[in-house]
């Protein structure tokens, strides 16, 4: 099945409605490996799609032409949810020569077996005339791997933009104005679970883009942009430039509830302070990707849990894990929680926003056993300090 996008470019790839995990980032809502045909007097394939889903994607080819008349098929990015369909594609498409970058061919010739495989290895800013239109080829490290690059076809006004832009959801619908209230909180979540570790790569990506015409970006996950392109770029932007709301995310782990104590404690004391948010997460209750996503746009994060064989309790430390890879625009923090016979749970925390920079607002805020009043008293002081960082970080 093939969906036209404009003047004889059609979406050819793949909807996974079955897909719940993506390398550890939970997707729910399924997700696509959007691959693109262009019709002129040459034609392209721009992508390819998961090695599981080729036969679906030489299906919807076939349907718009003969696999033996594709002449150039684009390789954007050699992550393999889009590679690793290429060693099919590049034998069924026997006339095909493979359009990438050097660092890209390098990175497939690490994965497949590429013998065979003509190529025509392209510079950053190079073009390729095939007919009527022209492939513009923008290079985009980190966006999201070291080789990532943009094609851009100027007559169209139209960018292939790669994981750029892109959201894990499963839908029959093809574009933005379609299902717009869905693909923007996808993309958020998305930006957080990929893109968040790169903001200075994704401002100079915005910039490169923001010197193209663009009215049509069609990125390699979920809707093509047509309607709302402003929307979703203002969102790129605001993320990447580390902007937080006043916010304060307390995400807490507990055995006997005297944690949860202490977090509804801080939770009462950051709305003590006018203006301030917070949001209140049990660990165990939710994902590792909505975690991240609520932290994508938080300034402040208090982490507990209760002290569990001298540590923390082992979901805590897989938040952290998380955490320290994708990088949230947290800066100031609070460790808290309970212990019985031996401390532990709250000194790793600490130790642990020491290697991630996040500057503790105050002393880990703990109880031995069950919080008294004099803890939640501490607790609800800690989590006011929270609040008015937050309100402040707000204003930068
Ligand atoms: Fe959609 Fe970075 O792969």
Redesign the pocket.
Known sequence: MHTPIKNNISWVGYVDWTLRD?HGYDTPRGGT?NSYLIQDEKIVLVDAVKGLYVSSLLENIAELVPLEKVDYVVCN?A????SSGLPVVMRKLPNAVLVCNARCQKTLSAYYDTTGWRWKIVEDGEKLEIGRRTLEFHFTPMV??PE?MFTYVPEEKLLFS??AF?QHLASSERFDEEILDEALREAKTYYAN?VMPYPKQVLKTLEMASKLDLETVCP??GVVWRKHLPEIVEAYSRWASGRVEPKVLILYDTMWESTTMLAKAIYAGVLDVPGATAQLFSIRTCTLADLVTAASDAGCCAIGSSTQNAVQMPMVSAVMTYFQGLKPPVKHALAFGSYGWGRGAAEEITAWFERVKWEPVCEPVKCIYRPDDAALAAARAAGKLLGEKAVEMAKE
Do not use: R, V
Not at 79 to 82: F, G, I, M, R, T
């Open positions: 993506f490996y990015h992550e393999l949810d889009h999201h791997w990532s790669m994981d892109g990929i390699s996950h």
